[in-house]
């Protein structure tokens, strides 16, 4: 795959169980140390040598828009001439913001369920393959070699599998005694999805249509695996969704100690 592979990110959720975080911001939009969720996952695949993304849009697209638009402003020293003309001089010298993305905001509906907002977005796919993900999970995910397992298997699609992390103590128990304890959530043994996928572009029109109900995590993929179409990049590293209030605070504190595992760039 190459640097104009678009890279879908949805971007259309609300968040709803992270409400002391995101007040009424989209779920992309809470941020980790200062920058948006989504900022963080498209650094990492501009860092892969990626830099052309799709977004997803739904509750609240303004705010997201809103946000990249006015990024020049929130990076740079200007100063504002409040005169007639009401001009911007930045300081920025040649007005570089550091980085080179082409984006493009898609309108996907404000209920639409995955399925759908991914299907609407086929005009912008105009590759043999596009790259997936959910706009609320970071990882260390290796993007180069999941794009050429993809491309090796032959597949439809790919999907990455991780381990979850337990959202409890573990225990080891001996008879009726507990031997250890674990404080710190660890590592479920098995996969699940963890997004991140690699989809030929045939994917959006031979396993999605335009119902507005129809989630990308059931049918499509369930007939995707029936099919023997669905391979799967094992991830065996750091992977973390932002889930709750819980989450949110997880994330900003290995970003604020310097101890981010997806921080890759």
Same mark, same amino acid.
């Given at each position: 795959?190459?640097?104009?592979?678009?890279?879908?990110?949805?971007?259309?959720?609300?968040?709803?169980?992270?409400?002391?975080?995101?007040?009424?911001?989209?779920?992309?939009?809470?941020?980790?140390?200062?920058?948006?969720? &989504?900022?963080?996952?498209?650094?990492?695949?501009?860092?892969?040598?990626?830099?052309?993304?799709?977004?997803?849009?739904?509750?609240?697209?303004?705010?997201?828009?809103?946000?990249?638009?006015?990024?020049?402003?929130?990076? #740079?020293?200007?100063? *504002?001439?409040?005169?007639?003309?009401?001009?911007?001089?930045? !300081?920025?010298?040649?007005?570089?913001?550091?980085?080179? =993305?082409?984006?493009?905001?898609?309108?996907?509906?404000?209920?639409? #369920?995955?399925?759908?907002?991914?299907?609407?977005?086929?005009?912008?796919?105009?590759?043999?393959?596009?790259?997936?993900?959910?706009?609320?999970? &970071?990882?260390?995910?290796?993007?180069?070699?999941?794009?050429?397992?993809?491309?090796?298997?032959?597949?439809?699609?790919?999907?990455?599998?991780? !381990?979850?992390?337990?959202?409890?103590?573990?225990?080891?128990?001996?008879?009726?005694?507990?031997?250890?304890?674990?404080?710190?959530?660890?590592? &479920?043994?098995?996969?699940?999805?963890?997004?991140?996928?690699?989809?030929?572009?045939?994917?959006?029109?031979?396993?999605?249509?335009?119902?507005?109900?129809?989630?990308?995590?059931?049918?499509?993929?369930?007939? *995707?695996?029936?099919?023997?179409?669905?391979?799967? !990049?094992? !991830?065996?590293?750091? =992977?973390?969704?932002?889930?709750?209030?819980?989450?949110?605070?997880?994330?900003?504190?290995?970003?604020?100690?310097?101890?981010?595992?997806?921080? *890759?760039?």
């Amino acid at each position: 795959m190459h640097a104009d592979t678009p890279v879908v990110i949805l971007c259309g959720g609300q968040g709803t169980r992270i409400r002391e975080a995101s007040e009424s911001l989209p779920k992309a939009m809470v941020e980790i140390g200062g920058r948006p969720i &989504v900022w963080h996952i498209m650094k990492l695949y501009r860092e892969a040598g990626f830099r052309r993304f799709v977004l997803c849009l739904g509750y609240k697209s303004w705010a997201i828009k809103e946000y990249f638009l006015d990024y020049r402003a929130r990076v #740079a020293d200007f100063t *504002l001439n409040m005169s007639d003309k009401h001009s911007i001089d930045f !300081h920025d010298g040649d007005g570089s913001t550091g980085e080179d =993305w082409q984006i493009t905001f898609a309108e996907t509906g404000l209920e639409t #369920a995955t399925g759908a907002r991914v299907r609407r977005i086929l005009p912008y796919v105009d590759t043999e393959n596009f790259l997936l993900t959910y706009g609320d999970g &970071v990882s260390d995910i290796d993007i180069a070699a999941l794009t050429k397992e993809h491309e090796t298997s032959g597949k439809v699609g790919t999907v990455t599998g991780v !381990h979850p992390t337990s959202k409890f103590g573990e225990m080891q128990v001996d008879a009726d005694r507990v031997v250890e304890f674990n404080e710190k959530p660890t590592q &479920v043994t098995g996969f699940v999805s963890g997004g991140f996928f690699a989809f030929r572009r045939e994917f959006l029109t031979d396993y999605l249509d335009d119902d507005p109900q129809l989630w990308l995590e059931h049918t499509p993929l369930q007939r *995707l695996a029936r099919d023997g179409q669905l391979n799967v !990049h094992r !991830h065996d590293g750091f =992977w973390s969704a932002m889930d709750t209030y819980k989450d949110f605070t997880y994330l900003n504190e290995l970003w604020s100690t310097g101890e981010a595992p997806w921080k *890759l760039w």
